[in-house]
């Protein structure tokens, strides 16, 4: 049996020196976001033979209740997926693996050929944009995103500032005002779960190693953003928050944010958009260079 142990913020290092060396660009793989979310997914991990494992549960389904990330590491895979199977089988759970990218897929079909049946959710696909275009907007597809930004310079003076602990406070009250303009329309268990999140990412934002902006009008903070590394050419965008009743700010704090990323970060993981028509409507929007599909593996029936 594999020895998990809750995902703390002391693991940072541990997990971390797995994910950020990796090429796996999936957002489930940002400690961050393993860290923030741990209160509602009860995250576990253990490190063994070259391995990162993750073990975690799905919300409250009694039928999905347990489940796995794809093994992180190098060495006999192989044997990693055998462990996955031996604690699945040891503690009752049904054998599930998730968020398994194409390349995953196609590693564990090489050595466990018919063995795992796939399901890709669209929904939970992420949306994966070069930091270049997000920086630069050039070209015919951006036209509407650069209209929107000249149109806002155009009506507002504005400035563009780092987040940082001071910056905390206003953050989370801009963030109850959102919640507050947005709760008839959205699930407000999830903008509850969501706060939760967000508010301990906030107060731990230096040791969770975020870096993350905020657009002020009139010093008054009007929209902000924050993330952090996934691995070490990929950067994700955890929360995006602003103040709608400025048009355009969504796509100022966007770009202001992708043109002050080291240039290591070839690509910014942008994460899901879980069904939600508008989300994916302006996700779409951005152009992404990968939808990057994440597959769900389980142990085929035998005959």
Not at 100 to 112: G, T, V, W, Y
Not at 165 to 191: F, G, I
């Amino acid at each position: 049996m594999l020895n998990f142990k809750p995902v703390t913020i002391e693991d940072k290092e541990a997990i971390t020196a797995y994910t950020r060396s990796s090429n796996f660009l999936n957002c489930d793989f940002a400690f961050a976001n393993m860290c923030s979310w741990r209160f509602l997914y009860n995250s576990e991990y253990t490190i063994e033979d070259g391995f990162l494992f993750i073990r975690f549960c799905l919300g409250m389904s009694t039928h999905l209740r347990h489940a796995y990330m794809f093994p992180i590491g190098t060495g006999d895979l192989k044997g990693a997926l055998a462990k996955i199977e031996k604690d699945a089988v040891e503690n009752k759970y049904l054998l599930r693996i998730l968020s398994i990218s194409p390349d995953a897929k196609k590693q564990m079909e090489n050595i466990l050929p018919d063995k795992y049946t796939f399901t890709a959710n669209r929904n939970y696909f992420d949306y994966i944009y070069l930091r270049e275009d997000l920086n630069s907007l050039r070209g015919k597809k951006f036209q509407p995103k650069r209209n929107h930004i000249n149109k806002f310079k155009k009506k507002y003076s504005f400035s563009y500032k780092p987040i940082t602990p001071d910056l905390v406070p206003e953050c989370l009250k801009l963030e109850q005002k959102w919640m507050l303009a947005n709760h008839a329309e959205k699930d407000t268990e999830s903008l509850k779960y969501e706060n939760r999140s967000m508010v301990f990412a906030l107060n731990n934002f230096n040791r969770l190693d975020l870096t993350g902006g905020a657009i002020f009008i009139e010093n008054e903070m009007v929209a902000f953003t924050y993330g952090s590394p996934i691995n070490h050419f990929t950067f994700g965008i955890h929360v995006e928050k602003a103040d709608i009743r400025f048009e355009g700010v969504f796509s100022v704090i966007n770009q202001e944010f992708a043109a002050r990323l080291p240039e290591q970060y070839r690509y910014i993981n942008r994460e899901e958009d879980l069904g939600i028509p508008g989300l994916r409507q302006s996700k779409l929007s951005w152009q992404p260079a990968i939808l990057l599909e994440k597959n769900m593996a389980v142990e085929k029936v035998k005959d």
